[in-house]
C-alpha cells in the first residue's frame, strides 16, 4: 500500500507546475479513490474552471467475501462551487453533480445506477495534490430497483499533466 502513495508524490514533485491552481481548465489529475461501488484507480479532469469529469475504475466487494467480489466503475460530472477559503497554497472548495456507476461480478451479475455527488476539496496547489472527502446518495435502476442514501466516497490525486 506504500508503494501507490510514494509514487503519487514522486509524480508531483517532479512533473507538476509548482503553485498552479489545481481547478484550473485542462488539468489532468490521478491517484486513489473511490466512487460508488468502486474502488481503485481515480482520474479527474477539468474541462473547464469550474466543470470536471471524474471516474473511478477499480474492485467493488473488498472485504464483502469472496461471492461479492466483482469489478466496478463510476463517472462523475461535476459543478466545481466557488472557493470556500483559501491562502498559502491551501483552497478548500465544494463541488456537485450527477453520476453513473455499474459493477459485474461472477455470481451476481451485473448492476447499474445512478447517483449524486457532493464533495468536499482540500487543493493543496503547491504539490499539487487533491484530497476529497464525498457524500454519493444513490438508486440501483438494474437489476432491480433499490436506494442508497447512506453512500461516502473519498480521493487522493495529484495532478502531474
Do not use: C
Amino acid at each position: 500500500m506504500r508503494a501507490p502513495v510514494v509514487l503519487l508524490f514522486a509524480l508531483a514533485s517532479s512533473t507538476a507546475a509548482a503553485g498552479e491552481p489545481i481547478r484550473s481548465s485542462g488539468n489532468f489529475g490521478l491517484g486513489i479513490g473511490s466512487g460508488t461501488h468502486s474502488s481503485g484507480l481515480s482520474m479527474k479532469y477539468y474541462a473547464a474552471d469550474n466543470h470536471a469529469f471524474q471516474g473511478v475504475v477499480g474492485w467493488w466487494g473488498l472485504g464483502r467475501g469472496a461471492d461479492n467480489d466483482g469489478i466496478g466503475a463510476s463517472f462523475d460530472y461535476l459543478i466545481e462551487g466557488p472557493a470556500l477559503a483559501h491562502g498559502d497554497g491551501l483552497e478548500i472548495g465544494w463541488n456537485i453533480g450527477p453520476g453513473v456507476n455499474t459493477v459485474i461480478t461472477d455470481n451476481k451479475g451485473a448492476a447499474l445506477g445512478v447517483n449524486g455527488v457532493l464533495g468536499l476539496e482540500f487543493n493543496i496547489d503547491p504539490v499539487p495534490l487533491d484530497v476529497v472527502l464525498e457524500y454519493r446518495p444513490g438508486l440501483r435502476v438494474v437489476p432491480d430497483l433499490e436506494a442508497d442514501f447512506v453512500g461516502f466516497g473519498a480521493h487522493i490525486r495529484v495532478y502531474p499533466f
